[in-house]
Nanobody, 125 residues
Framework: QLQAFGGGLVQAWGSLRLSCAASGGTFSTYAMGWFRQGPGKERDIVAAINWSGTMTYYADSVKGRSTISVDNAKNTVYLQIDSLKPDDTAVYYC????????????????????WGQGTLVTVSS
């Protein structure tokens, strides 16, 4: 089970750190991803990471102002976003899937069988 938290109301140019904790098991061999879904939009990839935390992917929309990281000892994956914009307003979801190899990460939401419940991030201008 995945649980995402850390969302809230933030002013533009502020920062936010989202967390996603796994319970009922360990995801030390799972690749992880963060997705978001804005009003009237599809659920899109924000960032992804392999299970060891050595390989990362960022969507162009957050590249350069976002950091995804994983702490396998705490079964937690994090997403830090800086310089937030109103366009970042969305429900953010974490997702997990077993990885075929230690270097794999996945960017397609259909590749993830496990999802957290989502946490709302609202950025005011």
């Amino acid at each position: 089970q995945l649980q995402a938290f850390g969302g809230g109301l933030v002013q533009a140019w502020g920062s936010l750190r989202l967390s996603c904790a796994a319970s009922g098991g360990t995801f030390s061999t799972y690749a992880m991803g963060w997705f978001r879904q804005g009003p009237g939009k599809e659920r899109d990839i924000v960032a992804a990471i392999n299970w060891s935390g050595t390989m990362t992917y960022y969507a162009d929309s957050v590249k350069g102002r976002s950091t995804i990281s994983v702490d396998n000892a705490k079964n937690t994956v994090y997403l830090q976003i800086d310089s937030l914009k109103p366009d970042d307003t969305a429900v953010y979801y974490c997702a997990a899937r077993p990885a075929y190899s230690s270097s794999d990460y996945y960017t397609n939401r259909r590749e993830y069988p496990y999802w957290g419940q989502g946490t709302l991030v609202t950025v005011s201008s």
